[in-house]
């Protein structure tokens, strides 16, 4: 049995959603469906989660709901109109602008997009609609409450033969809604495959596969046929953004694996992430290298922290990440050397003010010789479980940057066997991916 999930560009319009149709009503083990918004029909058009953020913003600013909301209702009247369904999605539009001149909350109208998306393919489907909101649970903080939401899963699907159901959203325990960070149906579509206990997670896009590279990078990377969960997380949560890094948490505990496919290209393989228990079992095959694949991020923010006889000092990287921590920043990587610490935070979102305060925070607390910020630092991941296993991948990494004329800025192994994470400019961000893919992967 199989649960699915379609993301945004499957069901940017009529013509996508018939696809998605014909592929959930020809194949029988296809139980609960889980659909996003509908995202981008053409490189320049908007996702409708965004068309729903700026709704809200318009509002704010003054303009009427009426007027704000238009666009979002513009396009799901051009969807209903290319599936010739009769439906009547007036009340749904009234009482979101409603709860607009109300004041409405940022997640509910964000929400919005995934609820009216899962009614279409409902009606399309005539199959029965389930709201997230009856069981995915998060706490007033906005924090994802997983085995509270595991159990009201169970009991509101129980029995459950086919489903529509939202992606993206749920609520707190008095119903207020709540959503996932960006991409999070993928989570969604993992809570309901593990409450189902799914033999597979179908998590249908717009490529072929996990591919090895950034496709916006290097021309026509090779999809990745299989990799596991940690691989996946190290990628995804580095920029590879196919799929969710969380989503694999639902699914790894009944061990469910993940097929990615193409909406466009069914019959293509895609890419299967399984557990490192099933990986090593030798139940699936892979043939060995030593790198997996490569993934990266830019705009990360160094704080280059210099004082002799650091390691002596007992509670130094403590009372460093007191600082940070009491300044509501999260880091990312902490390499060190005898005398030095850097700790790297993402630089895309930051505060600056807090930055400010945090380095001033440094110097009072443990008066180091010298505290500086290195800005414009991109971060590389090289991931691969062959990598514990040979000898000689970060020296390969370094003289390919070399041969590419790349400075590394930063590089951190960490312990997990499974990644090397480089650090270089910006700039050079690009020139970097495509001198690592042809070294390993290429
Ligand atoms: P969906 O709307 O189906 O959730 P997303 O836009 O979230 O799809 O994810 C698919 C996109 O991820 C692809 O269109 C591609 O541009 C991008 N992408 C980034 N890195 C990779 C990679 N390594 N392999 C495949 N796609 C990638
Ligand atoms: N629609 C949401 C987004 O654009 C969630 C998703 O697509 O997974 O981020
Ligand atoms: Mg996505």
Redesign the pocket.
């Known amino acids: 049995m199989k649960v699915c ?7 940017a319009n009529a013509e996508c959603i018939k696809r998605v149709a014909d592929i959930v009503s020809n194949d029988d083990a296809v139980s609960c469906v889980v659909v ?1 918004a509908p ?2 029909r053409a490189k320049n058009d908007t ?1 409708v989660t965004d068309l729903l953020y700026a709704c809200l913003d318009k509002v704010n600013d003054g303009l009427s709901p009426e007027e704000a909301f238009k666009p979002i209702e513009d396009r799901f009247d051009s969807i209903l109109k290319g599936l010739g369904l009769k439906t009547d999605f007036k009340v749904y539009y009234d009482e979101i602008k409603n709860e607009l001149k109300k004041g409405a909350t940022k997640d509910y109208i964000a929400s919005r997009g995934e609820f009216l998306s899962a009614i279409v393919l409902s009606e399309y489907l005539n199959w029965p609609f389930i709201d997230a909101k009856d069981f995915v649970r998060f706490d007033d903080k906005g924090n994802f409450l997983s085995e509270e939401t595991n159990a009201y899963a169970k009991a509101v699907l129980h029995g459950v033969k086919k489903a529509i159901i939202p992606g993206f959203y749920g609520a707190t325990g008095d119903g207020t809604i709540k959503t996932f960070s960006r ?1 999070g ?2 989570i969604s579509g993992a809570i309901v495959a593990r409450a189902l206990y799914a033999d597979i997670y179908e ?14 990078i290097v021309d026509n ?1 090779e ?2 046929e299989l990799i596991t969960y940690k691989e996946l997380r190290e ?2 949560y580095m ?6 890094p969380d989503s694999i948490f639902p699914v790894r505990k009944n061990d469910i694996p993940i097929h ?1 496919r193409n ?1 466009f290209n069914p019959s293509a393989k895609g890419t299967m992430i399984v557990s490192s228990k099933k990986f090593f079992s030798g139940a699936y095959e892979r043939k060995e290298s030593t790198v997996t ?1 490569i ?1 990266g991020k830019k705009h990360f923010i160094s704080i280059n922290i210099e004082k002799s006889m650091m390691n002596n000092e007992l509670g130094f990287a403590r009372k460093v990440l007191e600082v940070i921590e009491k300044n509501g920043l999260g880091i990312e990587h902490m390499p060190s050397g005898i005398d030095t610490l850097s700790v790297v935070i993402d630089g895309s979102n930051h505060d600056e003010e807090a930055l400010g305060r945090i380095v001033e925070g440094i110097k009072k607390v443990c008066q180091p010789d010298t505290i500086d910020l290195e800005r414009n630092l991109a971060l590389i991941a090289v991931v691969g479980h062959g990598m514990s296993r040979k000898k000689g991948t970060a020296q390969k990494v370094c003289n390919s940057l070399y041969e590419a004329d790349v400075n590394i800025r930063m590089i951190d192994q960490g312990s997990s066997e499974l990644n090397i994470i480089i650090g270089v400019e910006n700039k050079d961000y690009e020139k970097a991916i495509s001198a690592l893919y042809k070294e390993f992967l290429s």
Do not use: Y
């Open positions: 999930k379609f993301g945004g560009t499957s069901m996003s995202g981008k996702k991409g149906s993928d998590n249908w896009t717009d490529v072929d596969g996990f591919m090895k590279c950034d496709p916006r990377p999809v990745m990628l995804s920029g590879a953004n196919v799929l969710h990615i909406t694949g993934a």
